[in-house]
């Protein structure tokens, strides 16, 4: 079936620009991921959604960063007022359940930000 | 302490031998491990999974686990140049959200 999908897949914008990131998991999938992969760093969990809500938000790095999950399925992640340091590949992934032994998490192609 | 470390390599093996890749993790409530594989360039993609001690296989690729040791490999055997790549261990940590903590990758080099 179709994997985890996000658009768009380059982003390049000035600093100070609003930008928003969507991501579409796969069918069926109650738990969607936000990452974030910097150049040269790991990947940093950003926040997590079971059904529409967002048990674990800890790793949004400052309240420029949002992101909702609307019908249980597509979320948007959104950054306001971005940064230099905000451009980084933004990753999402998905999987069956957020809890329990079925923590396998896909991930989509992700979007590439770059903030000038 | 890093909560998650591996040795970033590279790790450079020739083809037809064994690639042992190493990560240990200081989370001790950690229940579930993962193993990613990351071409350049390219998203993360999911190779193995373990939840419990010992050893499990898949194909080539084989995970083993000690949680006493905080300790889990993967094993790739008759390594192919295919295979070169970055590879992420995870874990998710005692926080039972599903959210994973990652390792920073060692990169895998398999020549001809």
């Known amino acids: 079936g179709a994997g985890v999908s996000q658009s768009p897949s380059n982003k390049v914008t000035e600093k100070g620009k609003d930008v928003e990131l969507r991501c579409d998991p796969i069918s069926g999938h109650t738990a969607l991921y936000w990452y974030r992969q910097s150049l040269g760093q790991g990947l940093e969990f950003l926040i997590y959604f079971q059904g529409n809500s967002a048990p674990d938000k800890s790793g949004l790095p400052s309240d420029r960063f949002s992101a909702e999950r609307t019908g249980g399925s597509v979320s948007t992640l959104t950054i306001q007022r971005t940064q230099q340091e905000d451009s980084a590949v933004y990753l999402c992934a998905s999987s069956l359940f957020g809890s329990g032994s079925s923590y396998e998490q896909y991930f989509g192609p992700g979007t590439r930000l770059t903030v000038t | 302490q890093k909560e998650v470390e591996q040795n970033s390599g590279p790790l450079s093996v020739p083809e037809g031998a064994i690639a042992s890749l190493n990560c240990t993790y200081s989370d001790r409530g950690s229940q579930s491990f993962f193993w990613y594989r990351q071409y350049s360039g390219k998203s993360p993609e999911l190779i193995m999974s373990i939840y419990s001690n010992g050893d499990k296989e898949d194909g080539r690729f084989t995970a083993q686990l000690n949680k006493a040791s905080q300790y889990v490999s993967l094993l790739i055997r008759d390594s192919q140049p295919s295979d070169s790549a970055t590879y992420l261990c995870?874990?998710?940590?005692?926080?039972?959200?599903?959210?994973?903590?990652f390792g920073q990758g060692t990169t895998l080099q398999v020549k001809p």
């Open positions: 995870a874990l998710s940590g005692s926080s039972n959200t599903g959210k994973l903590i």
